[in-house]
């Protein structure tokens, strides 16, 4: 697929499915497009058309060593829909994904179709953080190597059942991520670009229809941070999957496939 280049950078992107409404989805902290479940995108392509793309300063998408910020993502995100001159579409962000997605809503107005905001946060002083032994965990880096940080990291976001019974599953979805790890200067510009986030006193000006989804078990990002969004959002309609984490998306896979499905499809009519 090829990269196109606007604002004096050169984003990655792949366009899937050809027919139905246009969904965008963004891609949460130091990931990139082939972090999304293969399952996942073929099953939403086959009913809507998707746009997929790595944020600057990861994946196969320029990492130029500046300040980035969470609005200025979501205008690299606004920039790819006018380059590939789509006017508006549903726009899905995960984690830091979700927070992009947020500010997307608030900019772009006119090219927000639908909003679905997964496992993310507000930002600010009212978001709800995650225990000091996460943050610990996930700073827990010196002297692994890539493959070992990623198998760290995996009880972070699955259940124990799902690590024990998916390890051939989670093995081909790290041969596909770990080619393409963001570089440790970059990751750091996401993350504090994602640490000074704030859309808390702002969410009540979204006014398209938004889906707030979340694992009630998320421990990467408390799920009390999707109720508080909900609150906050008119209208928003908050989806909680039972019993699982961060990567609930993956773990209800067709469950989450067809609440997206439904949402996009209703808020196309």
């Not at 608030?106 to 679905?116: D, E, V």
């Not at 790290?174 to 993350?191: H, I």
């Not at 469950?255 to 499905?261: E, Q, S, Y």
Request: charged share 20%; with cysteine.
């Amino acid at each position: 697929m090829p990269g196109i280049k606007f604002d004096g950078i050169e984003f990655y992107y792949e366009l899937h499915g050809s027919a139905g409404p246009c969904l965008m989805l963004i891609c949460g902290l130091g990931s990139h497009l082939d972090a999304w479940d293969v399952e996942l995108v073929e099953a939403l392509s086959a009913k809507v058309r998707l746009i997929l793309f790595d944020n600057r300063g990861a994946g196969r998408s320029d990492k130029p060593d500046i300040e980035y910020s969470i609005a200025m993502h979501a205008d690299d995100a606004a920039g790819l829909l006018d380059a590939l001159g789509v006017a508006n579409a549903h726009v899905l962000g995960a984690s830091m994904g979700g927070m992009i997605a947020q500010e997307f809503a608030l900019r772009h107005p006119q090219k927000t179709a639908s909003l679905i905001l997964c496992c993310t946060a507000p930002g600010g002083d009212n978001m709800v953080p995650p225990e000091p032994e996460v943050i610990e965990t996930l700073a827990r880096v010196d002297g692994l190597t890539p493959e070992e940080i990623w198998r760290k990291n995996q009880p972070l976001s699955f259940t124990q059942e799902f690590l024990d019974n998916n390890q051939a599953w989670l093995d081909r979805k790290m041969r596909r991520e770990l080619p393409y790890t963001a570089p440790p200067f970059s990751f750091k510009r996401q993350m504090t670009a994602a640490m000074r986030h704030n859309s808390f006193d702002r969410l009540p000006e979204i006014k398209c229809s938004t889906l707030v989804m979340t694992g009630t078990e998320d421990i990467l990002i408390p799920p009390q941070n999707s109720e508080l969004i909900a609150s906050r959002i008119p209208g928003a309609v908050l989806k909680q999957y039972e019993n699982l984490g961060h990567a609930f998306m993956t773990e209800a896979r067709d469950a989450v496939v067809g609440d997206i499905l439904e949402f996009v499809h209703v808020n196309s009519a």
